[in-house]
């Protein structure tokens, strides 16, 4: 950031959707060898209406932008000054895809490294909750002299560049900076007009090898900087390397956020079997541990194929096989001092279990713990694999919102079965008229649980039961 040629960049915007909206103010700082070259900014004319609310935001109004000049008309000159240079704009998915679209329009072609100030504040500031523009100008006592306009936003983060140089050293600066810019060289196989199009957005991407042979399907919060990653000069993964050496093409698919990522990874992994992906590989019907602390008898594994994981009791797990399930059981045993006898994991013979003749039981085999406090102690250690069952009536929408663009998807779920994504509300129509029954997934269970019982504050669940609630619950666009 220090010893490059870099641009500054805020960009001031109709919306917040890239391919919909336009930009309607451009301000940059050009720097070179630490130090501001010039500054320039410009009006830019949208070529269609600035929503009310964005007026008050930015103070742009439609009657500033009437006689300023396109973008078509500034394209050219911008495309000089950002041309080879680091880009460094704050939330820079935003600017980025904004300035990428716009020269798209006219006919240019704009690729940059790209440094976004929120992923560098984030790493220089782990401890800080927010890294928002407002939070920084605070913290770090920034002068801001008008907010929400561009050159004066870029100023800004020029301003907070020079601080934590200051405060942090120039080398602490440069590693983090180095670390969420790398390098990529690109497999020989690849087209780079592959890297252009991929979008700095959540989504999920799939490498194809010769022949189209599905390689690797991973998510990631940013798209291309996570393929890019595959790429860098140190392959510190061999699996990359080996991806980098085969890669051909790239498929990918943005989603509204993290959780309709990680839905989608887990499908096509099953759908297509890709080379390189193991954890989400689909296996058999998954098992659980049934056992019923009120009976005596001992826990048993048993598999989806014989009970509905979804909505029955009294199930532990998941696992992917009926080894895993029982060598869980043994884990648990070991490591709360019960009888491997009464846990149906011994079999046979008369006095105590060989777990307590080398100190792993505490005697319910031999009538040192009563059955009845050996129960509540496997009951205590198994609590925390309790499956949950279907906490809903009925098919449920997930109502998910790209804090960036706004863009809404809601992810339909039935008992632990992704059904799929929609965006509107006539697609949801057809999905939920077309939806087949699918059995319990055991990744669709994983994701979601977790979701709904440490994350639910951003997301939005709507009961798709009541047929006659969706049109007013599901405000999908």
């Known amino acids: 950031m220090f010893d490059q040629p870099a641009v500054f960049l805020d960009v001031e915007t109709t919306g917040a959707t890239a391919n919909r909206d336009r930009i309607t103010e451009i301000g940059l700082v050009e ?14 004319n949208p070529g269609q209406r600035i929503p009310p609310e964005i007026e008050m935001l930015t103070g742009i109004t439609n009657a500033m932008v009437a006689d300023a000049p396109s973008f078509d008309a500034l394209s050219a000159e911008l495309h000089r000054r950002l041309e080879g240079k680091l880009l460094i704009a704050h939330n ?8 990428r679209n716009e020269f798209a329009r006219v006919g240019l072609r704009y690729l940059s490294r790209v440094l976004c100030t929120v992923k560098l504040s984030r790493r220089l500031y782990p401890q800080e909750r927010r890294h928002n523009l407002d939070s920084l100008i605070e913290r770090h006592g920034l002068a801001c002299n008008q907010r929400h306009r561009a050159l004066a936003d870029a100023r800004v983060l020029w301003d907070f560049a020079q ?6 050293g120039a080398d602490a600066v440069r590693t983090a900076v180095e670390q969420i810019v790398k390098t990529a060289t690109l ?9 252009d199009a991929l979008p700095g957005a959540i989504g999920v991407y799939i490498f194809y090898g010769e022949g189209d042979t599905p390689l690797y399907v991973g998510k990631s919060l940013d798209i291309r900087s996570r393929v890019l990653a595959h790429f860098s000069g140190d392959h510190r993964v061999a699996k990359d390397m080996r991806i980098a050496q085969e890669v051909a093409r790239i498929d990918w698919h943005e989603t509204a956020g993290e959780l309709g990522a990680l839905l989608q990874e887990a499908r096509w992994v099953k759908q297509v079997k890709p080379i390189h992906n193991h954890k989400l590989r689909p296996a058999d019907e998954p098992w659980a541990l049934w056992w019923d602390a009120m009976k005596t008898l001992p826990p048993k594994a048993i598999n989806a194929s014989t009970i509905e994981f979804a909505v029955a009791e009294n199930l532990y797990g998941p696992f992917r096989s009926r080894a895993r399930a029982n060598r869980a059981l043994r884990e648990i045993g070991d490591a709360n001092g019960l009888c491997a006898r009464a846990l149906g994991l011994e079999h046979g013979g008369t006095g105590p279990c060989f777990s307590y003749q080398v100190g792993k039981c505490r005697g319910a085999c031999c009538g040192r713990e009563t059955p009845i406090a050996h129960n509540l102690r496997l009951a205590q250690a198994l609590q925390r694999l309790r499956l949950q069952p279907w906490p809903f009536g009925g098919a449920i929408g997930v109502r998910e919102v790209d804090r960036v663009t706004q863009r809404a998807e809601v992810h339909l779920v039935d008992r632990w079965s992704y059904l799929g994504t929609v965006d509107s509300e006539s697609d949801l129509h057809d999905a939920l008229a077309t939806r087949t029954e699918r059995a319990f997934d055991l990744d669709t269970y994983q994701i979601l649980s977790k979701w709904l019982k440490t994350r639910r504050h951003q997301i939005e669940v709507i009961d798709l039961a009541a047929a006659g609630q969706v049109a007013r619950n599901l405000p999908v666009k």
């Not at 720097?31 to 830019?44: C, F, N, R």
């Open 31 to 44: 720097v070179a060898d630490g130090k501001i070259v010039e500054e320039w900014s410009s009006l830019v």
């Open 187 to 195: 497999p020989p196989r690849l087209d780079p007009a592959e890297i």
């Open 163 to 168: 601080h934590v140089r200051v405060e942090l």
């Open 92 to 99: 820079a998915r935003f600017d980025y895809g904004f300035l």
